[in-house]
């Protein structure tokens, strides 16, 4: 998911909460919401759909006010409903309050089965929903300390905006698993986001990240900041470089075009091959193929096309729609690939619907080899953190050895790039979750019950 907060009075909040949403379609095409506070109550209109399709001009100009925050949600467990979008808008003891979460709480059903029991009502099945309802649980105490103290009973990954009627806050959970950052627009209006790509749509300066374990809290008196005790080493997700940010933001001091170019020219480091022209996958495989073609110097072309108006392949709930969407959304340019060997470089392979099919697609269009090469390794362990690879049994890495995998993709060699690789490219020191990459999770995961909805 993507969130995105404003506090600005004197701007048009909703409109600029709108366009850092666009920015941040890509980490969610299920719904999108925006709540607006104009210091006495909280209006919010929210939906299935990507922004553009949530939001009418006449929908935003209704939603008028000082602080805003929104929500697009990359939903993980198949159908969404209106209900289960974001901003979640509740009111308690303190007033009325928004919340946006990306991430998801590995006790979220321990934790909503002991809210139920006193007294607690759900409304949606989101494990942010725990979230509003401890907050109201916490309710005696200001905003604040009511997070902090949720801070410490929630277990999991969470980058929250949360909005009250004269505040906006931002949390990044103890380890820092999803990333949240801080621009500023002028004196005195202050922007949170999950993505620094954001901040520059809307023309703010970037401040910096928020940490782990940190509530940053913005109102009238500027920016102020709480910390709860690191719970472990931090452990910022690798799939953010590799695959889920866009390539023109910035997290935690790595650029992630950049990050992704060294990943390619660790992968021809360590798996160079004799081919005529490297082709990437666009847009993810992009960065990566340049680096590879650099360093391996060899010719580079963008020999596959990528339809802009589709939406992101893996994100789509259902096997037949994903099937469908690789050949809706990519398509080679055949005189670049016509009687070559070609070296195509993608980020990563997740069940191995993208690479068999683009394989068949790139031999039907004249590739006399093609080499499918990899910026990351093999995925091999369930994500428990808010990233859509949670079943075993459909990740191909965990099912089967290289070579059979390389068949199954009918690839003529498969290259994955080494975790050393992978480490040598981001810098290990900063701290990354590469739990699906070699089953050391850093964060403790569910036991029994399983996971909730996340987000
Ligand atoms: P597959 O088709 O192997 O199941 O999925 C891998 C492809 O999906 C890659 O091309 C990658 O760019 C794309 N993808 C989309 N969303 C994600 C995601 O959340 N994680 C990963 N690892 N890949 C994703
Ligand atoms: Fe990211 Fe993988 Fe860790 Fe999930 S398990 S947070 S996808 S690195
Ligand atoms: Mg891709």
Redesign the pocket.
């Known amino acids: 998911c993507g969130v995105f907060g404003i506090y600005g009075p004197g701007n048009d909040v909703a409109s600029l909460t709108y366009y850092g949403l666009f920015a941040l379609q890509h980490r969610g095409q299920e719904s999108a919401g925006i709540a607006v506070t104009n210091g006495n109550h909280i209006k919010i209109h929210k939906n299935v759909g990507l922004v553009t399709e949530v939001f009418s001009e006449e929908d935003l100009k209704k939603l008028k006010g000082d602080i805003a925050i929104g929500h697009v949600q990359?939903s993980t467990t198949g159908i969404t409903s209106a209900l289960d979008a974001q901003p979640i808008v509740c009111s308690y003891l303190q007033g009325n309050i928004a919340l946006a979460h990306n991430g998801s709480l590995t006790n979220a059903k321990e934790l909503r089965n002991k809210l139920a029991n006193n007294g607690s009502v759900f409304q949606s099945s989101t494990d942010s929903e725990v979230f509003v309802n401890l907050i109201a649980h916490y309710g005696q105490n200001p905003i604040e300390e009511s997070l902090m103290k949720c801070m410490i009973d929630v277990k999991g990954s969470y980058s929250l905006v949360v909005m009250t009627e004269n505040k906006l806050l931002g949390v990044r959970d103890p380890y820092g698993n999803r990333p949240l950052c801080i621009g500023k627009i002028g004196d005195g209006s202050y922007v949170l986001a999950s993505e620094s790509c954001a901040l520059d749509t809307v023309d703010a300066e970037f401040v910096r990240d928020v940490d782990p374990g940190e509530i940053v809290v913005i109102d009238k008196n500027g920016i102020n900041s709480m910390r709860i005790l690191p719970k472990g080493k931090k452990a910022l997700c690798i799939?953010e470089y590799?695959?889920?940010a866009r390539p023109d933001s910035t997290i935690d001091g790595i650029n992630v075009n950049y990050a992704r170019y060294l990943m390619g020219c660790e992968l021809a480091k360590e798996s160079p091959i004799d081919v005529d022209v490297v082709v990437p996958?666009p847009d993810?495989?992009n960065a990566s193929g340049i680096g590879y073609a650099e360093t391996a110097k060899l010719h580079f072309s963008q020999g596959i096309l990528k339809n802009r108006y589709v939406a992101?392949?893996?994100?789509k709930p259902t096997q037949a729609l994903?099937e469908i969407s690789?050949r809706l959304k990519l398509n080679p340019i055949k005189r670049i690939l016509e009687g070559k060997r070609v070296a195509v470089v993608?980020?990563?392979?997740?069940?191995?619907?993208?690479?068999?099919?683009l394989v068949e697609i790139l031999r039907k269009n004249g590739a006399k080899e093609v080499h499918l090469l990899i910026s990351?390794p093999p995925?091999k362990f369930p994500c428990y953190y808010g990233?859509?690879?949670s079943e075993r049994t459909?990740l191909?890495a965990a099912l089967k050895p290289l070579k059979e995998i390389e068949k199954y993709i009918g690839a003529d060699s498969l290259h994955y790039l080494s975790q050393e690789g992978l480490y040598k490219a981001v810098g290990k020191s900063k701290g990354f979750c590469s739990a699906?990459l070699d089953g050391n999770y850093p964060i403790p995961i569910p036991s029994g019950e399983g996971l909730g909805k996340n987000c």
């Open positions: 990359y799939f590799i695959y889920f996958v993810s495989g992101r392949t893996f994100i994903r690789v993608d980020d990563s392979i997740v069940r191995g619907t993208t690479s068999k099919k990351s995925v990233i859509d690879t459909e191909i699906c």
